[in-house]
């Protein structure tokens, strides 16, 4: 047999690695079918002892009793031992092995001394066709099974003195023949469930691996998230009060200390935004903009640039009424955040003597930031400015383009579809 009788039927789910290894779940089929071929022999052994009270001599009926005894105990072993060696090699169960010839071969012999005793003994041949069936691949099994079939034939003409029967020939071999076909339907049967298990375990491995690689992505996402907050926020507004106060000092050594007051109050205005808007950050609290507040927005944003840069900064406004009624809060925001982000850019790389922000609307809305600065070499790859601005425009179904001569300025244009739908995507939600 391929397991023992103390081993409890179980079927956990196979781990990776033992799929990979080639190694399958126990079967509840299989377990059964091993309890049942155990359960058979020992009721049939019990059968033959009992049967045999009464019909014999005293001492052959102990001889009987002490084969049938020594049957049991070299089956029962041997299948555990089986058992055992089949577990460590990660065999399932029913899969037959040639190892179950070391407790079959003897097992089998002393139920032909049994029979030689006693012709109740033939009842235990049906036990032995599931076991060899069961415990020993097809050809060994079959071959096996031949074995005993023609044995027990064999033994009824003996016990019939010589007059071979019918009945005698009919009955193991119908033993035989039902045997062959319960065994056959259940390995085939533990065949399908053994091939499906395996792939329900390969599926959920795959849906494993997609759930960690949408957490990666979603942990992708918010730190992009974070990184593109950070930039357009709490960076540019530190490097607008770095910038004040530089400004503030030059006009204190310049002995203006009237400018330098006001840039130092402007210094302290920036810093407690800046701490505003790190609060908003940490508790993911990034209000959207009223589009009838849009345009102070933006001014806000021209003010604070000029007053870091020795550029004239200018704002044109060209959006209708119409036009800016069709913007959301949401596309209102990213506006805001694409101009803070480009008109820093110029401010801080561009070295230019003017800087022109200008939106419109079209088919769709146009924000355009152009400066006369220095211009972006072609050899030089996006700064973390044009990556993040290009990524919002994405965000909301729009694009970025980028015109631009070293020496001679930059034109960075966004266009953002207009109107918007009415519904938002959860990229959207975080632009």
Excluded: C, K
């Excluded at 920036?270 to 959207?288: G, K, S």
Aim: proline share 4%; aromatic share 4%.
């Amino acid at each position: 047999m391929t397991a023992s009788a103390a081993q409890s039927p179980a079927a956990p789910a196979a781990s990776e690695e033992a799929l990979a290894a080639g190694a399958v779940p126990s079967m509840p089929l299989a377990a059964a079918l091993r309890w049942l071929v155990h359960a058979l022999l020992y009721l049939l052994v019990l059968l033959t002892a009992v049967r045999a009270v009464g019909t014999m001599p005293t001492g052959y009926l102990v001889t009987l009793w002490a084969l049938l005894a020594a049957l049991v105990s070299v089956y029962s072993i041997g299948a555990r031992r089986d058992a055992q060696r089949r577990r460590r090699a990660g065999a399932h169960d029913g899969a037959g092995a040639w190892s179950a010839l070391v407790h079959l071969i003897p097992t089998m012999l002393l139920w032909v001394a049994a029979l030689m005793l006693s012709p109740d003994a033939l009842w235990i041949a049906f036990a032995v066709d599931f076991a060899v069936l069961y415990a020993l691949p097809w050809a060994g099994g079959i071959a096996a099974l031949l074995v005993v079939t023609v044995t027990a034939v064999l033994a009824h003409a003996g016990w019939a003195a010589g007059a071979t029967t019918v009945a005698g020939m009919i009955g193991p071999g119908m033993g035989a023949l039902v045997a062959l076909g319960v065994v056959a339907a259940v390995r085939a049967l533990q065949g399908e469930i053994r091939q499906r298990t395996i792939l329900a375990e390969r599926l959920l491995a795959t849906q494993r691996q997609l759930a960690e690689r949408e957490r990666e992505a979603a942990t992708a996402a918010e730190r992009e998230r974070i990184a593109r907050e950070l930039h357009d926020t709490v960076a540019q507004s530190s490097l607008s009060v770095q910038l004040l106060l530089d400004a503030a000092q030059n006009a204190s050594q310049q002995g203006d200390d009237q400018r330098a007051a006001q840039l130092r109050e402007q210094a302290r205005g920036a810093a407690v935004r800046t701490t505003a808007q790190a609060r908003r950050l940490v508790d993911e609290d990034v209000p959207a903009v009223d589009p009838a507040q849009l345009r102070g927005a933006l001014e806000t944003l021209i003010h604070d640039a000029a007053v870091t840069t020795n550029a004239r900064v200018q704002l044109r406004w060209e959006l209708e009424a119409d036009a800016q009624q069709r913007i959301t809060p949401r596309t209102a925001r990213t506006i805001v955040r694409l101009v803070q982000g480009l008109l820093a850019n110029a401010v801080h790389h561009a070295d230019a003597s003017r800087i022109a922000v200008s939106l419109s609307a079209q088919e769709d809305v146009l924000v355009d930031v152009v400066d006369d600065g220095l211009g972006i070499p072609d050899d030089e790859p996006d700064g973390m400015g044009l990556r993040t601005a290009r990524a919002r425009a994405r965000s909301l179904g729009g694009s970025l383009t980028i015109e631009s001569t070293a020496g001679s300025g930059t034109a960075v244009q966004v266009r953002l579809p207009l109107p918007l739908p009415d519904s938002t995507t959860p990229t959207e939600a975080t632009a």
